[in-house]
Structures are given as structure tokens and as C-alpha cells.
């Protein structure tokens, strides 16, 4: 199904490196984005920053399963919602330090992964999506029943807790560099997941499952590899997310959600390594400045979507690359 | 982030001649509530005109105390009001945050408020919660809650013969919040709760949870939701024939904006409790013209809306009193100073934050009785302010225990 | 038996004919769905917001021209109809070419950009709108009390669905709307007029829509979210029906009504959700769906 998505993107496949690691280019790319990383929270809001990151994250972690994997998914926000719950518990009931209930976040995001991925793989294209959106509904209707989820107020006033029990994370700015460093450790790690012989490997089941299959490739269990992966990452965004806004909601599993993280890596450019984190930071500041337009904000997304499907399909990062004429 | 910048300093400067105090005092008030959603005509911009209402008619300009208003849309969310919240009052300066419908929306901002030591004028929300486990000392419940709603109706009803309840239920925290207060009331008052019943929210067709209703034989449906759900179960209980088979519907939490949505065809009959009708008395009928007058739509003010005017009056007036912003300090003298104005009348603000005034039983008038535009309640009764609100101990207050 | 259940005979019927009102809504909508994605492989998430367009001109063709409901029902579906024939023509006939993934997200985005403006123009607490007269009322069954109107409802959807089906499958019309999908170049090459079949099909389905939004616009509340949650719970419908079957779909629409109705008595707070864990439970043993053909 993504192949018809891949070909008609047009984009110079990046996997061609093969796996050589990091080209030259991306990690001069990456180290730039870092250093504005670094100097960023001393001229604008961090907590907004911080936003931008997480969603980077979540989104960098859908691409790897649409973009590269081949497989969407429409209930994404499951595995990024459950771990922001677990992770929002794990910091204000079991009062756990922030870097284990991110990782006990994680750690749930992983399982649930493991458990939806391994009966949705079953199918293919639409009824593949059509699963992942019904599991996804099943964890908002537990979200929205379970008494430790709190129904619609949410977990609230959760802790940032002190950083390995020493670093108190309430200030924004300390808890910036931290989710910084969490953020960035995440797509650098789906980078290399890309760039490996397992990435080669997708790229392969990805334009042709049946001649993968025939080269000998059990592509079923690659394709499970790659869900449990992209949700591992997703859960790994919500739950850093929890502990920014000390809070987790409704919002973060119910199927909008997931919407959002289709249109951020679509409008930054599916298969493409920069495009997410271009697509979440576009995304997040539009509904940063454009709250105050009330239903505006639902016409301006719905147009962008209309416009980056009929126009853009590349996406911004997408275009970039076709320009220049390098993979990005 | 999201602000509506409106500089009443500017203006009120730009108008007449200003003397200027040696130690003005600063203020930014903020309004967040539903602009674009389910509760945007209760709050919405509504709010904002009060709000500034309340700035003109204290006269903060000559007092030496600068007021600027901000608004922004929580959507009804916990996560953007919380998010709003921080934002104003990290990087804005934001002093007060008013209004704030949605239990769970407010519940977030009362908690950041808490943490951020800032005032926090509450009129939107219902949960009672707000005065009791959650209480602090920042926060202050103006307008009406879950307790004092299902003691006005719940009580009244029971008293009326309604003896025998069946629940409608928002299935979430809130609906089963209200479900558990008025149940409380009604077995008190000598009823009996003879069952209940929970939909999924938001919910669309109720005819099935509505014929359970039916079934079940009991003098009053309660209807333990909010907003569309309770309009739609109202209007599909006409469709059913259920309220001319003669059950009565109990709506635990109505505005009269529902009813102007409802028509007074469909919500005739209805019995339900609100602290403000702009109909009430003279002071309610010329304040609420000149609110209407701003706000354009042909809307009256809903008892959100006047909260918010009443809330920040008093507030003011207290910033004035105690000379100083500091929350603490205004909010101690919010309490010590009783409070008094055209919409609500007398009343005081309880050591648990709870703002005490009278509340009202009024009935939806038949197509017939009323004789004009949102001519729509006739009194019933009036609850005094004392019996009115859930006693301060009853609440596991910690401020109060 | 029933009192075992907790529940008497007559009520449990009570709740069934409720469920089938239901399903009546649920039918004509996967129908239309079904239709565009089983004929021309369109994912339509506008559905939602066509079928509250249909309410939405219902309301403003009493509103702002005085025609009452009667002149709605065969004029919503046609105004809605024409918007949808222009939405194939002016942005999905260029998707074609491409995934199935395009076409839903563009759908999702004009989705989107309906309600908005809607939503900016008309607010959100829902419009009123008044049961006909002629409809108003309802039977004494005994069991309960049926309102006339969602009698009305059941009888439309029946007549809609049993002849849009027979439509499709039993004439010849119907044969060559089929052929053109399955192979448009030799359809074309029989002299054909291809693109126009196709069109008007994506408007009928449309229509379809807008036609379940007249009905819906007296009972239920006339806003421009009302579509949103609703498609989601359509599309599960047709994905379990067979996304290619228009059989399928008719079907497990009134299925599911059923289903929810039922489950709103014993279990009323599961009731959005269950529609979602018999999709996944079918997915997973008939992947393509109860009537569907191809896997």
C-alpha cells in the first residue's frame, strides 16, 4: 500500500545509504538542530518548546511505522495516551523519580504495542488501519471508565519529581534540557533504526511482501518489530508530555489525537527523516497562535489537509529534498 | 499565547482626565472559558462584557488601579485550560483567572492556581469539590454548584410529592457526581432512588436509557447530565410522550440558554434551580439590558455571566480595601468584606471559599404564560442563602478543619 | 427466562424496536459509504459532515425559505447531492492515481473545513427543528409507546436501502455502475461514459447521507458536530459488513442497532464501544468482513 505512497511521493529513497550509519549531511543537520535546541528556551516559552518536542517525537515515531514501515495506523494515540497515564501514576501514586516513570510509561506503551500489533499485523492496508482504530477506541473507552485515569478530569497535579532522585525538574528551564536530551535520544535511535539492515530489510517488505517472503524473510515478524517499535517511541513522547504539563488526559487517546499525528507527518513529509519534527513544529505553533480564532483553527487544518494532499504530498521536508536534490 | 487584549487603562485615560496616583496598582484579569463550544453561549464572550461591566462600574480608573482583560477558549479541556493557565501565569502577568466552565477544566486551573499563589474566581464549573477536597486559599466558588443544585431541586421536588427518582446519567466523573449529591437529598427528604441508569457521553439518542426510565414507574426522571445531553434527553422525553404520561424531568443542571435552544413547547414544565434570572427584580432587569445592549445577540445573561460581573466587582473592591494584589491578602479580605450588588443581592463568601447568596426554584413557563423574549421562569421559591450551599463542615475542607 | 435477565418481555421488545430505529440511521449511512468505497474505492470521511449538511439544509430551507420538511426530503438530498458531485469532480477525481490513504485524508480535511465554518457561523448548541405535524404523535403498542416519526424513520430507510440494493444488483444500471468499477478502460471502450457513472455515484451516495440527516434533523440535535463521532462508528459498520457490500452494509447497520440496543440495557456504559470490539473480533477471524469479497 505505501508503495503506491513512496512512488507517487517521489522522493529519493533515503534508505539507500543502506547501512553506512549517518551520512555526513544529517548529522550536520542533526547537530544543528540541536544547538538551536540549546539556545531556543532562552527566547521563547519552554513549556511550548517542550510541546514541539514531544510531538517531534510522537511524530518521528509514526513515520517510522507509515513512512518506512508501510503501515498506517489510526489509533497511534493509544500507545501515546496509555503511556502519559502510566507514566502521570507511576510520578504522583507510586511516586516514582521522573526518569522511571517515563520509562514505566514506555514500558507500557511497549506491551500494549506487542498486544495490538501482533493481532492487527493479521491484515493488511485499510482493515489493518480499521483494527488499530478499533483497539485505539477500546483503550479511550478504558481510559474514560478506569477509576485511575481519573474519567475527564484526568490525572492532574502530577510531580516533576527530582531527576535521579537529585535534579528538581519543576523549573521549566531544567526540565527543558532534560526533555531536550529524551527527545533528541529518541529520533536519533529511529535514525538508526532506518539506517540498519532492518531498515533495509522494511524497505524491501515495503515495496514488494511477496518477494521479501520468497527471499526467505519472515516478514511478519518485521512488520510486528516495527509496530512495536513506533509505539515503544510514541509511548516514550506521551509520557515525557505528561510530566511537562503535569497532566493526562482524555485528549491524549481519543482519535483526534491520532488524526494530529498524520497531518504533522504528512504535512512534513512521510518517509522522510527531518519531516516529522518540521511537521510536529508547524502543527503545535498553528494551534498555539491561532487558539485564540476559536473554530478557525479546525478550517485551517482541514484546508492545510486538503492542500498538502492535493499539492504537497511530499511534504515540506519532501519538497526540500527534491530540491536540493538530497535524501532528508 | 492566545489573548483578546483589551486596555481598559488606555481608554478610561484617553476619556477623561486622569489623576494619576503615586502607586497605581496593576492588574490583569483573565477570562477562559467556551468561546467556540458546547458552553460558549452560557460563558463564551458573555463573561468577557461582564467582566468589564464590572471593571467600568467600580470605576477603576479614578481608583488608581489599571485593569486589562484577557480571554482565551479552554474548549472544554482540562489539558488547554491548564495549558492556558500556565501560560498566563508564567509569561503574562495574569493576576486573576475568572469564570473557567467544565468541572474538570477547573479543577486544573484551581490546582495551578494553588501552585502559582494567584486568585482564582470560579463561576462556570459545578463540582463541588472546588469548597471541598480541593479547596485553597486563592480559589472562590461564586455562582452555584452540584450540592446547592440537587438541594434546590432535589428537595423541592421530593417536597412537591416527587418521592420516587430514576437517574439519567452522564457516564463521567461529573455526571456521577451530580447523580450521587441529588440521590443524597432525595433519600434525605424521604424519597426513594428506584434506579438508574448511565450513557455513554456524549451521548445522541437517549430513547432507549429514557424508556428504561419510563419503565421503571418513577414520579421524577433525573437527568444527571449537561449541556446537549440533557437538552436532547428533554426533547426526545417529549417525543416519547414520557412527560404527558405524566413523569415529571428533573434538570440537575439547566441555563437558560438550554431553554431558549429547547423552546418553551419542548421545556415547559421543567423545574429547576439557578442563583440569577435577569427577570427577577429591577436591579437584575436594568443590569441585564445594558449587558444585552453590549453583547448584541439578543441574548440575556445567564447566571455564569453575572457571576463573573459579581466576582470581579467584589474583587476589585477588595484590591481596593486591601491595597495590594497579593491573592492571599484579597482574597482574606474577599472574605472578610460582605458583599452586595444588583444581581445577587446580599451575601458573604464562606471561610471555604464558597460564595453564599440566595438561590432561586423556578419552573419553565408554558408557551402560553410567557409573554415575551426569554420570558421563560416563573419563581417557584426562593432558597435562603443559609440553606442554600452545603454546610462548611460537610465538605472536608482542609482549610476548615 | 426474561426475568432472569432482569428485564420483562415487553420492555426487551421495547429496546429491540428501538435498536432497529437506530439501525435505520446506522443502514442508510454505511450504505452510502459502502457505495462509494465499494464501487469506487474512495474512503469518504466527508460522510459525516454530508449527512449534517443534509440537516443543516433541512433547517435552513425552513429557516430562510419557508419550505417545510416535505419539500426538504427530496431537496437536501439533491442540494447536498450537487456538492458532493462538485467535491468528486473538483478534488477526488484527481486522487485517483493514488492510495487509498489520499483520498481519506483529503476527505478528513474538507470534513474538517465544513464543520468549521459551520461551527463559526452557527455556533455549537444545535438549531431547532420541529417533527412535521403530519408525523407528530405516536401508537400505543403496549409494549411501548412509538412515536410516529421514528416509525416514518424505520419505513424510509427500508424503502431507501432495499431499493438502492436492488438498484445495484438487480438491474441493469446497477450491472454497469458495477462493470465500470471493476474495469474502467473496457467499460469505457463499450462506449460508456465512465467518469460520469462515477460521479454520479460518489453525488448519490452523498445524497444517501443527506437523506439520513433530514430524517435525523427533528429528533436529534441539529449541530455541526453531530456527524463527527458518528463516522467513525459507520465506517466500523462497514468494514464489518464487507467494504466492498452493499448487502453487507444494510445489514450489519440494522445489526448493530440491535446489538446496541441491547447492550444499552445490560450494559448501557459499554454501548459507544461495542460497535468496535465486535469490528475487531470480526477483522480478526473474517478479515474481509462478514459479506465481503476480497481479503
Redesign the interface.
Known sequence: ??A??QK?ADVTPVTDRGAKGMSTFHMLIFAGLFVIGLIAPFYLYPVFLMKILCFALFACAFNLLLGFGGL?SFGHAAYFGAASYVAAHAAKVWGLTPELAILAGTGAALILGVVIGS?AI??Q???FA??T???A??V??FSL?APFTGGEDGIQAVPRGHLFGLINLRPDFTLYFVVLAITFGGILFIYRIIHSPFGQVLKAIRENEPRAISLGYRTNRYKLAVFVLSATFAGMAGATKALVFQLASLTDVH?SMS?EV?LMT?IGGMGTVFGPIVGATVIVTMQNYLATW??????V??????I???LF?EGIIGVLSKWLKKPL | MNRTGLVLAALAASMMSSAAYANDINIKIGVLNDR???Y??LSGEGSVIAARMAVEDFGAAEKGINVEIVSADHQNRPDVASTVARQWYDEENVDVIVDVPTSSAALAVNELSAERGKVFLVSGAATSDLTGPACNATTIHWTYDTWALANGTGRAMVEQGGDTWFFLTA?YAFGHALERDTSAVVEEAGGQVVGT????F?G??F???L??AQ?SGASVIGLANAG?DT??SI??AA???ITQ?GQALAGLLVFI?DVN???L?TAQGLVLTESFYWDLNDGTREWSQRFADELGTGNKPTMVQAGVYSSVLHYLKAVEAAGTKDAEEVVAMMKEMPTDDPLFGPGEVRADGRKIHDLYLFRVKTPDQSEGPWDYYETLSTIPAAQAFRPMDEGNCPLVQ | MFELLGI?PQ?LF??LL??L??GSFYAMLSLGLAIIFGLLNI?NFTHGAQYMLGAFVTWALLHYFGLSYWWALPLAPLIVGASGIVIEKV?IS??Y??????GL??T??????????L??NY????L?Y??PPELSG?QNLGF??L?N??AWIIVVSVIVCFGTWFVIEKTRLGAYLRAATENPTLTGAFGLNVPLMITLTYGFGVALAALAGVLAAP???L?PN?GA??I?VV??VV?IGG?GSILGAIVTGFGLGLIE?LT??FY??????VI??I??IV??IK??GLFGRTA
Do not use: C, K
Open positions: 500500500m505505501a503506491d505512497v507517487s498506517l493481532l493479521r491484515r492496508g485499510i482493515y480499521m483494527v482504530l478499533a483497539f477506541q477500546m479511550y473507552f471508565q482519535w488524526g498524520v504528512l476559536g473554530a478557525w483553527v479546525t478550517i487544518q482541514g484546508t492545510i489537509f486538503v498538502a494532499v492535493l504530498r | 467556540s463550544g458546547l460558549a453561549d457516564d441508569v448511565r450513557h455513554p456524549p445522541q439518542d430513547s432507549s436509557f424508556l428504561q419503565a446537549g437538552t436532547n426533547m426526545q417525543e416519547f410522550g404520561a440558554t435552544a429547547l423552546g413547547e | 420483562t420492555a421495547g429496546q428501538l435498536g430505529i437506530n474512503i478534488f484527481r486522487l492515481h493514488l492510495d487509498h490513504l489520499y485524508l483529503l478528513f480535511g474538507l470534513a474538517l473545513i465544513i464543520q468549521g465554518v461551527r463559526n455556533g455549537i448548541s444545535g431547532p420541529s417533527i405516536g411501548m409507546f412515536p416519526y421514528r429528533i436529534y440535535s449541530n453531530m463521532e458518528l467513525i465506517f466500523a468494514v467494504m440496543g444499552r440495557v448501557p456504559e459499554g454501548s459507544a464501544v468496535f470490539v469490528m475487531a477483522l480478526l478479515p474481509a
